[in-house]
């Protein structure tokens, strides 16, 4: 008896050992499945999405599984989303931060529970194990530099931030003062955060156009869903032929724009190359594979006349 009762017990342990590694947490060699824990900033914003697009696909094609959440532009939600996948225990964990310093404390988490961590898109103060991104202020010094063209180095400038405290930001602000202490001749006439955000974009800009009025020469959106606000703003108040806007990420809406001449340019950032790169390191890290600890994706000025070409 007591050994029927054994074998019992270990045919139940069997049949749940079995049914707890479901196909599809099996690999095409039939080894367990990768996985990887990712966190974003905020999945409604364009550009967001098109970096777990690009995530989602890449682990397609590589066979591994991801496990996304949104953070909803929040750092502790951020923080409690990788506590998460450390009780889990992914292999990787991919990090899109909130917050330069609120979001650090998610890195210093993963890593000293012993998971891999990269930062994607934008950085924290804590050093991640690689990083996937781009230089943001070279995406600032693009645009500015392309205003200061256009205006021919004379205007007043707005300037509408991201969310305040994001790397992005930070570096983006840092970038276009650079262009503005080189060109005397423009001057910043308002600065203030929209969020990334479209719909307080078009809200800031209908602001500015009721202060400042026909004194705005050109507006800088340190993103595309801001300077569609600004340019949307604009063209209700029949003042867009008079006012230059230029934005950055080049995403679907806002290259149109600028195919249209709507948006006078935008600068190219490479969601999908930073999100595939991303998953391709986090799987290469998981293999004890040989890794790029840093990977920068150059910018692109986008215009009317190479917009097609997108």
Same mark, same amino acid.
């Given at each position: 008896?007591?050994?029927?009762?054994?074998?019992?017990?270990?045919?139940?342990?069997?049949?749940?050992?079995?049914?707890?590694?479901?196909?599809?947490?099996?690999?095409?060699?039939?080894?367990?499945?990768? $996985?990887?824990?990712?966190?974003?900033?905020?999945?409604?914003?364009? #550009?967001?999405?098109?970096?777990?697009?690009? /995530?989602?696909?890449?682990a397609k094609e590589l066979g591994v599984r991801l496990i996304v959440n949104d953070a909803q532009r929040s750092a502790d939600r951020q923080i409690q989303q990788v506590e998460g996948?450390?009780?889990?225990?992914?292999? %990787?964990?991919?990090?899109?931060?909130?917050?330069?310093? %609120?979001?650090?404390?998610?890195?210093?988490?993963?890593?000293?529970?012993?998971?891999?961590?990269?930062? $994607?898109?934008?950085?924290?103060?804590?050093?991640?194990?690689? #990083?996937?991104?781009?230089?943001?202020? =070279?995406?600032?010094?693009?645009?500015?530099?392309?205003?200061?063209?256009?205006?021919?180095?004379?205007?007043?400038?707005?300037?509408?931030?991201?969310? /305040?405290?994001? %790397?992005?930001?930070?570096?983006?602000?840092?970038?276009?003062?650079?262009?503005?202490?080189?060109?005397?001749?423009?001057?910043?006439?308002?600065?203030?955060?929209?969020?990334?955000? &479209?719909?307080?974009?078009?809200?800031?800009?209908?602001?500015?156009?009721?202060?400042?009025?026909?004194?705005?020469?050109?507006?800088?959106?340190?993103?595309?869903? /801001?300077? /569609?606000?600004?340019m949307l703003a604009l063209e209700r108040a029949k003042l867009k032929d008079k006012v230059i806007v230029v934005s950055i990420d080049a995403i679907a809406d806002a290259l149109q724009? $600028?195919? =249209?001449? &709507?948006?006078?340019?935008?600068? #190219?950032?490479?969601? &999908?190359?930073?999100?595939?790169?991303? $998953?391709?390191?986090? *799987?290469?890290?998981? &293999?004890?594979?040989?890794?790029?600890?840093?990977?920068?994706?150059?910018?692109?000025? *986008?215009?009317?006349?190479?917009?097609?070409?997108?």
């Open positions: 008896m007591k050994n029927l009762t054994l074998k019992c017990l270990i045919g139940v342990l069997a049949i749940t050992l079995l049914g707890g590694c479901h196909r599809d947490d099996l690999g095409t060699d039939g080894k367990k499945k990768i $996985v990887i824990g990712v966190s974003l900033l905020n999945l409604s914003s364009e #550009f967001i999405v098109m970096l777990d697009e690009s /995530m989602q696909a890449k996948f450390i009780a889990q225990g992914v292999d %990787a964990i991919i990090l899109n931060p909130c917050e330069v310093d %609120a979001s650090s404390p998610a890195v210093d988490k993963a890593l000293a529970a012993g998971i891999p961590i990269i930062n $994607v898109n934008s950085e924290t103060q804590s050093k991640p194990t690689a #990083f996937v991104g781009s230089h943001d202020e =070279e995406s600032a010094r693009i645009a500015m530099e392309h205003i200061a063209t256009l205006l021919k180095g004379q205007g007043n400038v707005v300037m509408m931030q991201g969310f /305040m405290g994001q %790397a992005a930001q930070l570096k983006r602000d840092q970038g276009a003062r650079e262009i503005l202490a080189k060109n005397p001749g423009l001057k910043l006439i308002a600065n203030q955060t929209a969020e990334w955000d &479209r719909a307080k974009a078009m809200s800031l800009m209908e602001n500015w156009i009721q202060s400042q009025g026909s004194q705005i020469s050109a507006v800088f959106a340190q993103n595309d869903e /801001m300077g /569609m606000g600004a724009a $600028v195919k =249209e001449k &709507r948006l006078d340019a935008t600068v #190219f950032q490479d969601a &999908r190359g930073q999100g595939a790169t991303a $998953v391709e390191i986090a *799987v290469k890290i998981a &293999r004890k594979e040989p890794y790029e600890k840093e990977t920068f994706i150059p910018f692109k000025l *986008v215009t009317p006349e190479t917009a097609a070409a997108q």
